[in-house]
Nanobody, 125 residues
Framework: VQLQASGGGLVQAGGSLRLSCAASGGTLSSDYALAWFRQAPGKETEFVAA????????AYSDSVKGRFTISRDNAKNTVYLQMNSLNPEDTSVYYC??????????????????WGQGTLVTVSS
């Protein structure tokens, strides 16, 4: 499975962006976990959000809960991250990741089998 992330850019504080992650090269079964992580300059990679491809499971980090929404389009094999009320602390490279099976350890980057190349989000104050 190959993952292609897109949609990053420069936005002012308080603004919104939608990231996309298109999956190709394989079939995503209903039990796949799709997730977004981010890494700010000089910081560790941080879990952002995850969902189960077949539905029924969603998870968010406390830092984005209520502001970000993860969703999917099964027909397009694409997962999205809608980001609202952005602030400068959200500035990071955002990565999408996939795991063959949903796990309760969805927040651990080591659990994921496939990674996209990252897309940069910069939030100006």
């Amino acid at each position: 499975v190959q993952l292609q992330a897109s949609g990053g850019g420069l936005v002012q504080a308080g603004g919104s962006l939608r990231l996309s992650c298109a999956a190709s090269g394989g079939t995503l079964s209903s039990d796949y976990a799709l997730a977004w992580f981010r890494q700010a300059p000089g910081k560790e990679t941080e879990f952002v959000a995850a969902l189960r491809w077949g539905g029924g499971r969603y998870a968010y980090s406390d830092s984005v809960k209520g502001r970000f929404t993860i969703s999917r389009d099964n027909a397009k094999n694409t997962v999205y991250l809608q980001m609202n009320s952005l602030n400068p602390e959200d500035t990071s490279v955002y990565y999408c990741a996939a795991r063959i099976r949903w796990t309760t350890n969805y927040g651990r980057k080591s659990e994921y089998d496939y990674w996209g190349q990252g897309t940069l989000v910069t939030v100006s104050s």
